[in-house]
């Protein structure tokens, strides 16, 4: 998918995630928009298509109820105006910075623009070094400030509106999305920031050459040299490095000894026209040309970022979905064993169920097995979500009986669907409300008896069952279970 879908994706995950309490966004939501999304797509789309269009129409709804959800959603992917104003700012520095003052004097050790050279050759280095520390996992990665700062600045995330939101379920859920974001989407924001500083480098080079040629036309600007330390023979080696790119590209040669013995300390020096052509033609192969090959190189892996965003699809959250999108209907196959179960506490477990899979759920109640049977209801013929087994607290667990069930479940008759082992408490509760002892030492009973069979017991009082921790514990069981 790409970054604005991917956006989408991620602060619907951060509202579902953080709306446990279910106060924006309540179970059939949730399975209203699977089921448009799943009607929009078809069959045939990819799991990025039907996660982005759920999470447009997420939005859509939620928008209506809350509008401050739509100013999250719409914040622009970038701070647009930061890099036409960078750019230009970059050239005219550029263009400013190569003033060398009211004598009109070049000194050819010491241009504005040999600075400039020297700092992007710096910087080619740092480059360079840092991609071979990448390239060799055992050595960290190189620091990089400059580009840390630019990519914080090209953030497209907000805390401060969080603070302003009235429904604290939602302002947690920006803040999550804001962390969520930040971390998936930073690799993209280095990506901007690279290719944006590349470009003001160029473009500050490019400055520094234009504003040598406009002031050129109106000024007469003298190249001349002087040093304490070097004679003509040294800056000619020196200058025959230098500006060779310069010589390559305008097909001026670069004066020899002679020539620069004549605009040596104390001389009027001569008029610097060759020496800016020389200059300004290896700023173009040594600064810009480079500069813009990294930018684009930049701005290429940026692309490949933004049409093909990476979120891993692994996550438990969207695997629900895709699972939901993928079965439609959820058909889960549920047995209670020794009790019949009230109507009261069928429904909890259906809206238990729902909550878990987040779409519509069939529940296949079979026949109640009765205490002492060892006939088993046969298994579907239809492919399943879960089985679920439904034992009551007020039971004392036996292996032979209780035990037996879960080992039938648990046998390849039923299928990969995972087993979930509930242990219905309403009834227990009810009686003995008041002994937190008897309820620990049932609940350890149930435990250790389960655990001969590799199975996990959930604990729920499906009369009224707190849906945010048990549907988390129920999804996570059922997890472990299919693995």
């Given at each position: 998918m790409d970054e604005r879908a991917a956006r989408d994706v991620v602060l619907v995950r951060a509202i579902e995630t953080a709306d446990g309490a279910r106060e924006l966004w309540g179970d059939e939501d949730r399975v209203w928009a699977g089921r448009a999304a799943a009607e929009a797509v078809g069959e045939a789309a990819s799991a990025d298509a039907f996660l982005a269009q759920r999470a447009q129409r997420v939005l859509e709804r939620l928008a209506k109820r809350h509008p401050k959800v739509r100013a999250v959603a719409d914040i622009p992917q970038a701070r647009r105006w930061l890099a036409p104003a960078a750019a230009a700012a970059a050239f005219v520095v550029g263009a400013a910075g190569v003033d060398v003052g009211s004598a009109h004097r070049i000194n050819l050790l010491a241009p504005p623009v040999l600075a400039l050279i020297v700092w992007n050759l710096a910087v080619y280095v740092a480059l360079l070094a840092s991609a071979l520390r990448r390239a060799r996992p055992s050595l960290p990665e190189a620091r990089r400030p400059l580009r840390r700062t630019v990519a914080a600045w090209l953030r497209d995330v907000s805390r401060p509106l969080g603070k302003a939101m009235s429904v604290p379920s939602l302002a947690a859920a920006l803040a999550r999305f804001s962390t969520d974001w930040s971390v998936l989407a930073a690799p993209l924001w280095r990506a901007r920031a690279a290719r944006l500083l590349h470009v003001c480098a160029a473009l500050l080079a490019a400055g520094a050459i234009a504003g040598l040629y406009v002031r050129g036309i109106a000024l007469e600007y003298r190249a001349a040299w002087q040093s304490t330390f070097l004679d003509a023979t040294d800056v000619a080696r020196l200058l025959e490095v230098v500006l060779a790119p310069g010589s390559w590209v305008t097909g001026i040669a670069i004066p020899g000894v002679a020539r620069l013995q004549a605009i040596g300390s104390g001389s009027a020096g001569e008029n610097a026209a060759p020496w800016i052509h020389l200059y300004a033609g290896t700023l173009v192969v040594v600064v810009v040309a480079p500069r813009l090959v990294l930018a684009a190189i930049a701005w290429f892996r940026e692309r490949r970022l933004a049409t093909r965003f990476p979120i891993a699809l692994e996550h438990a959250y969207f695997q629900r979905l895709i699972r939901g999108w993928?079965?439609?209907?959820?058909?889960?196959?549920?047995?209670?064993?020794?009790?019949?179960?009230?109507?009261?506490?069928?429904?909890?477990?259906?809206?238990?169920?729902?909550?878990?899979?987040?779409?519509?759920?069939?529940?296949?109640?079979?026949?109640?097995?009765r205490y002492g049977d060892d006939a088993?209801?046969?298994?579907?013929?239809?492919?399943?979500?879960?089985?679920?087994?439904?034992?009551?607290?007020?039971?004392?667990?036996?292996?032979?009986?209780?035990?037996?069930?879960?080992?039938?479940?648990?046998?390849?008759?039923?299928?990969?669907a995972?087993?979930?082992?509930?242990?219905?408490?309403?009834?227990?509760?009810?009686?003995?409300?008041?002994?937190?002892?008897?309820?620990?030492?049932?609940?350890?009973?149930?435990?250790?008896?389960?655990?001969?069979?590799?199975?996990?017991?959930?604990?729920?009082?499906?009369?009224?069952?707190?849906?945010?921790?048990?549907?988390?514990?129920?999804?996570?069981?059922?997890?472990?279970?299919g693995r």
């Open positions: 993928r079965e439609g209907t959820a058909r889960v196959a549920c047995i209670a064993y020794s009790f019949d179960i009230p109507d009261a506490n069928a429904d909890g477990l259906a809206r238990l169920l729902t909550r878990v899979f987040q779409t519509t759920v069939d529940i296949d109640w079979l026949p109640v097995v088993f209801p046969a298994p579907s013929s239809l492919p399943l979500a879960a089985v679920v087994a439904v034992f009551s607290l007020t039971a004392t667990p036996e292996p032979e009986n209780h035990g037996a069930l879960v080992r039938a479940l648990q046998s390849g008759a039923w299928g990969r995972p087993l979930a082992v509930i242990v219905d408490t309403s009834d227990f509760l009810r009686r003995f409300e008041g002994h937190p002892q008897r309820l620990a030492e049932r609940q350890a009973a149930w435990r250790q008896m389960l655990a001969a069979h590799g199975g996990e017991p959930l604990f729920v009082r499906l009369a009224e069952p707190p849906l945010q921790e048990a549907a988390n514990a129920l999804a996570t069981l059922l997890e472990l279970a």
